[in-house]
T-cell receptor
Framework: TQLLEQSPQFLSIQEGENLTVYCNSSSVFSSLQWYRQEPGEGPVLLVTVVTGGEVKKLKRLTFQFGDARKDSSLHITAAQPGDTGLYLCAGGGAGNNRKLIWGLGTSLAVNP | DTGVSQDPRHKITKRGQNVTFRCDPISEHNRLYWYRQTLGQGPEFLTYFQNEAQLEKSRLLSDRFSAERPKGSFSTLEIQRTEQGDSAMYLC?????????????FGSGTQLSVL
């Protein structure tokens, strides 16, 4: 069974600080996605990484896919209150029924 | 541009009642998923359709849950004889299956409270 573990589970920081969120597995994924979810809304896709070692930047957010495609990280620089939310990673598997494998999420609170 | 829409946004019901939720996916998307999510947790897979065919159903899903997608467009999720443990956010997502790089687009969910 494929599993994705996210850490930390909760994170509360001050505005302007940097942070890193991790998504780890013992399984190899063909792709990995990061979503952000605000209270009362569905998750919104931020980025998809597909190549081992790939780094993608989205403004102050930097996403990295591990060389072995088993792990990923999300780094936020100079966090802002608008970054508050639940960050979810989801791994894409192989085979014909390729439903995503979801982590449990990191709940981030950025305090002004 | 119409995204994924879900109806109703909120549902309060008494234990033992039946409830039905509707999801309208993005029109050209062939896959439709139902997830359940409790506060602070990731989405829990319930079932998914490719066109009108229900391809997989979670083993965690009891017989009280049933989903349909009769014409390969909108979908309904019915919960019979609701229990307090069914209280959660029910999320629908759609995608255009494209190999391994599948991207899900979620609706805003239906928040169910069973009293």
């Amino acid at each position: 069974t494929q599993l994705l573990e996210q850490s930390p589970q909760f994170l509360s920081i001050q505005e302007g600080e940097n942070l890193t969120v991790y998504c780890n597995s013992s399984s190899v994924f063909s792709s990995l996605q990061w979503y952000r979810q605000e209270p009362g809304e569905g998750p919104v896709l931020l980025v998809t990484v597909v190549t081992g070692g790939e780094v993608k930047k989205l403004k102050r957010l930097t996403f990295q896919f591990g060389d072995a495609r088993k792990d990923s990280s999300l780094h936020i620089t100079a966090a802002q209150p608008g970054d508050t939310g639940l960050y979810l990673c989801a791994g894409g598997g192989a085979g014909n029924n390729r439903k995503l494998i979801w982590g449990l999420g990191t709940s981030l609170a950025v305090n002004p | 541009d119409t995204g994924v829409s879900q109806d109703p946004r909120h549902k309060i019901t008494k234990r033992g009642q039946n409830v039905t939720f509707r999801c309208d996916p993005i029109s050209e998307h062939n896959r439709l998923y139902w997830y359940r999510q409790t506060l602070g947790q990731g989405p829990e897979f319930l079932t998914y359709f490719q066109n009108e065919a229900q391809l997989e159903k979670s083993r965690l899903l009891s017989d009280r849950f049933s989903a349909e997608r009769p014409k390969g467009s909108f979908s309904t999720l019915e919960i019979q004889r609701t229990e307090q443990g069914d209280s959660a956010m029910y999320l629908c997502a759609s995608s255009l299956a494209a190999g391994f790089n599948e991207k899900l687009f979620f609706g805003s969910g239906t928040q169910l409270s069973v009293l």
